[in-house]
């Protein structure tokens, strides 16, 4: 008999640590290596809500609280969905977890049984899978090609759909190609999905704020209310408030479903932390001027990276209406050598030989499901940010 479960050998460790650890390794050797992996702004917490967690101590608000939240910051959450999405949900509808991510586990873990099917749209944030499969569920990758702008089609979306399918989890603005889907091609998806009443929808909308240019952002229960009684909407403060080490994600759905939630919660971390659920109010309810003044900083840095990375030959990128990431197609440097004699076969030798020879830490679309492409995270400071395109231009040229 061996230490580790057997569910362990159906995960993989994060696709993201060889490079993270050679990065490091450059790091300690002296260079200079800029890091264009980060999933997280790079602003700081807004002041009102660092101080609101020093309250928060002060006035001890420092024990467990209900396992789904704080019932104030539930119904800050409520108004938040009522405000922005035009939902109204229940109180007892909504539940507070450690991050979305800890409210996506809770979900799956509350509803997958062994063979259920989850339809994960390609390419896909790295835990779906992993998540999935922890839950004994099988994944359902459904490729959305770069000529389809990275969404998912009513057409593709039908054809993997089987008796087995439990979930779909739609994700927009989408990390990695920050692809925001609209409210017709919501309507086109959610007609197939009127058909098929035994498949719940998880929608992941923790980039809501982050969207460019005129594109608007919607979500799925919304468009379609039909399928509200269906659908899990997650979202949380980590990414739009620059919050990330807080740990507060929620999700609002069906009550039953909730309730599931709550039970797998209370058996594993209880409650999220008491100072950031207070932080959360203030950050909802607080002056949300910062986040316009952050979203015209995206957007800015997105069009400088974009335009560098489209004037590079070899590689190419759409742009991108949300999110803060550029998913670079590389097909034009398969097959070219390096000045070491080195040829760049896949998505990932062109990340390594960007670590290696321009000091940059970048991760290959291998990683979600999609290649050759690599991501950058444009959440970094300008000039950096400029410096790195620039590293990629100069290192791309040396290929023949
Ligand atoms: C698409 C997506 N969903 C969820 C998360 C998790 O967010 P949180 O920090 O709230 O757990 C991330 C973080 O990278 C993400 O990119």
């Known amino acids: 008999m061996t230490l580790l479960a057997s569910r362990l050998s159906r995960i993989h460790p994060s696709p993201t640590l060889a490079m993270t650890a050679r990065a490091a390794e450059l790091k300690a050797q002296g260079q200079d290596i800029i890091s264009l992996s980060a999933g997280e702004p790079d602003f700081a917490t807004p002041d009102y809500v660092k101080e609101a967690a020093v309250r928060a101590i002060a006035d001890e608000v420092t024990r467990y609280t209900a396992v789904e939240g704080l019932?104030?910051?539930r119904k800050v959450i409520q108004q938040k969905f009522a405000w922005d999405n035009g939902l109204a949900f229940e109180v007892d509808q909504i539940i507070v977890g450690n991050g979305a991510k800890q409210v996506i586990f809770n979900a799956l873990l509350a509803t997958v049984d062994e063979g259920d099917?989850?339809?994960?749209?390609?390419?896909?944030?790295v835990s779906y899978p992993d998540m999935v499969h922890?839950?004994?569920?099988?994944?359902?990758?459904?490729?959305?090609?770069?000529?389809?702008?990275?969404k998912l089609t009513p057409a593709a979306l039908e054809a993997a759909i089987t008796p087995k399918t439990k979930w779909l989890i739609l994700n927009s603005p989408n990390n990695p190609t920050?692809?925001?889907y609209q409210e017709a091609e919501l309507k086109a998806l959610a007609e197939v999905?009127?058909?098929?009443p035994h498949v719940s929808i998880l929608s992941d909308d923790i980039y809501e704020y982050l969207v460019y240019d005129q594109t608007s952002f919607t979500t799925l229960a919304t468009v379609a209310p039909a399928l509200q009684d269906r659908i899990l909407t997650v979202n949380g403060v980590s990414k739009s408030y620059s919050m990330t080490g807080w740990r507060i994600g929620y999700g609002a759905g069906p009550k039953s479903l909730i309730k599931a939630m709550t039970m797998v919660q209370s058996h594993s971390t209880s409650n999220a932390c008491s100072i950031s659920q207070v932080a959360t109010i203030t950050a909802l309810t607080g002056p949300q001027d910062f986040l316009k003044v952050w979203v015209n900083t995206f957007q800015k840095r997105r069009n400088l990276a974009l335009d560098l990375i489209n004037a590079t030959p070899g590689l190419s990128c759409l742009k991108p209406d949300g999110a803060f990431y550029l998913y670079i197609n590389c097909a034009g440097v398969l097959g070219k050598v390096s000045p070491e004699g080195r040829t760049i076969h896949t998505d990932n030798d062109f990340t390594l030989y960007l670590l290696e020879k321009a000091g940059l830490a970048s991760v290959s679309g291998d990683a979600f499901g999609l290649s050759p492409y690599i991501r950058i995270s444009y959440a970094l400071e300008t000039d950096r940010l400029q410096e790195s395109c620039y590293r990629i231009q100069k290192v791309v040229a040396e290929l023949r």
């Open 178 to 180: 920050g692809a925001v």
């Open 117 to 125: 099917e989850v339809i994960i749209p390609t390419p896909y944030w």
């Open 193 to 196: 999905l009127m058909r098929y």
């Open 71 to 73: 019932l104030g910051l």
């Open 134 to 150: 922890v839950c004994s569920g099988t994944s359902v990758f459904v490729a959305c090609s770069e000529a389809q702008q990275f």
